[in-house]
């Protein structure tokens, strides 16, 4: 899949895993080229390394292809956005707690709820680099492939119960996504008393941290980053929001509701 006036990097490290001596991209339509000579498989196989989490902490397998979820997300941008932005925040929040190696007894969620207990000089990395560690994994869980899954009957219940029809959950939800300046994530989250609630944070704080001024389990997020759609929609964030109608996993957002 062609990212639109850009490089396909699937492909790019695809055709150099199959040996070509150069690949040529034209980029931005332009007369520029980036020209690259063959790199050998060594170089592949040390750059996906690089890219691994390691530690206590892992990325989560996808239930689907990065290409599964076209044309509203593209492959490219899937590919990044779990390899080198998700693993950046889990190999972080590794590397913090290496100093205190009893916290890999604790979960994602453990820590994040009580993040004001752990140690001063730990806890703004652990804001950072494990609220974007478990965004990130509930954000995954919250895809799937177009169609695949719609809103069941008693889902619907549920939303209409909460917020009076489905177009006034998602018009809710969308004014959220686009109402949260600079980076951040929309979030449909399930307060102590079981109401459904619509929400945004900033950067990568959540309703589970406790100086959050909402709290409440998140049921379902979407990730509204420049890096989560920058690549197909440019400064569209309002096409990309409605887009992502077309991959949510309900049977997932049911599931936590229910939990």
Request: hydrophobic share 40%; with cysteine; proline share 3%.
């Amino acid at each position: 899949m062609m990212v639109k006036n850009g490089i396909n990097l699937i492909d790019f490290f695809s055709s150099l895993n199959k040996g070509n001596k150069s690949v040529v991209y034209k980029y931005n339509n332009s007369k520029n080229i980036i020209k690259m000579k063959s790199l050998t498989l060594s170089f592949i196989a040390l750059f996906g390394a690089m890219v691994m989490a390691f530690g206590q902490f892992q990325l989560p397998k996808l239930d689907y292809g990065y290409s599964d979820l076209e044309p509203y997300i593209d492959s490219t941008t899937m590919y990044i956005h779990y390899n080198n932005h998700h693993a950046t925040y889990a190999n972080n929040l590794n590397k913090t707690l290496e100093k205190y190696p009893e916290l890999y007894k604790k979960d994602i969620v453990e820590l994040l709820e009580n993040i004001n207990e752990l140690p001063a000089d730990i806890q703004l990395s652990v804001r950072n680099n494990g609220g974007g560690y478990y965004n990130h994994c509930l954000f995954w869980s919250m895809l799937a492939p177009a169609g695949s899954t719609t809103i069941s009957p008693k889902l619907e219940k549920i939303l209409i119960k909460n917020f009076g029809s489905i177009d006034t959950f998602k018009n809710e939800f969308e004014k959220a996504a686009l109402g949260q300046f600079g980076s951040g994530w929309a979030w449909l989250i399930k307060e102590s008393s079981g109401k459904l609630r619509i929400i945004s944070t900033s950067n990568q704080d959540n309703t589970l941290m406790p100086f959050s001024s909402v709290k409440g389990k998140p049921v379902l997020t979407l990730d509204v980053w420049e890096h989560a759609y920058y690549l197909k929609y440019q400064s569209k964030r309002a096409s990309y929001v409605k887009a992502f109608w077309n991959v949510v996993n309900w049977k997932e957002v049911e599931k936590l509701i229910e939990k």
